[in-house]
């Protein structure tokens, strides 16, 4: 299976100037960037900068912000190196231990990431309690970079108070990988509804093709992320998640592209959603 859409389609509505993918992953080259032994699953294929920098140009998407990817774990070179190849227009989210020395954060820092994520999905879990995570914050506050949360949303509800303790901004994933069948009422989406209420709280709307259960176009995840966009038209970050990693469909991210019409209907919606959000975010002046 290929890593990722060998021909995506051209997006039917084009994006603002400025355009941001604020969730994709670079995988390999495995001869200069090897797999992490710990990786939890081994991808059929590399996908290194060159092809993400091609998508992203094919799409008119300006700026990025790479995800380090499981697979390399806590080695984050191969995200810093695509952020060395376009330093003004790429940021990056990092994978550390909790138990990485202070020197080692502020090089990541300086390198670009602005944020460090942790899994709580059964097969990518970092280990770490949620009250290790909202503790671990506290490192990243004089740094100015903030955490990221990869979960299920039905965990959200013993989540509630520690993300409010939160001293960081945090952003969480694909929309909280809420199953879209069981529709916008369902307890795992009022919590991420809940959560949103935090204003230090930032809600990617990725994912639409995880949350989705009757596949491309994915039409049944629109009304949870245009439910999310009308709600916290302010928090909400938009991206790709290419190469879209443990996917049995890969799929098209010109289609992919083309749900931002229905997620933000309105100029002004996308505006803030693709440009403005990212933008305060991020960083991109």
Known sequence: MSAYHPAPGKPKLPF?????????????????????KQASYTPDHDAPKEKLFALHKHLGVARGVVVQSAVHGF?????????????????????????????DLKKLHAQGFLGVRFHFMKHLNSGVSIEDVIA???????????????LDAMLLEAMLGPIARSVVPISIDHMGRVDASKGLNDPAF?????????????????????????????TDAAPFSRKLVAEFPER??????????????????????????????????????????????????
């Open 16 to 36: 603002p100037k400025g355009a941001c993918d604020t969730h994709f992953h670079a995988v390999g080259p495995f001869d200069r960037f090897p797999l992490s």
């Open 75 to 103: 080695d984050n070179s191969v995200s810093a190196d695509l952020i060395a190849a376009k330093p003004k227009n790429y940021r990056g989210v990092a994978l550390v231990s909790p138990e990485i020395k202070t020197e």
């Open 136 to 150: 671990f914050g506290k490192r990243l506050a004089p740094l100015g970079m903030h955490l990221q949360l990869h």
């Open 190 to 218: 009022q919590n991420l509804l809940s959560v949103a209420d935090n204003k230090h709280v930032w809600i990617k709307v990725s994912g639409s093709e995880r949350i989705s259960r009757q596949g491309s176009p994915w």
């Open 236 to 285: 909400v970050l938009w991206g790709t998640d290419w190469p879209h990693p443990n996917l049995k469909e890969v799929p098209d991210d010109g289609v992919l592209a083309d749900l931002v019409a229905q997620m933000a209907p309105t100029e002004a919606e996308r505006q803030k959603l693709l440009v403005d959000n990212p933008a305060r975010f991020y960083g991109f002046f």
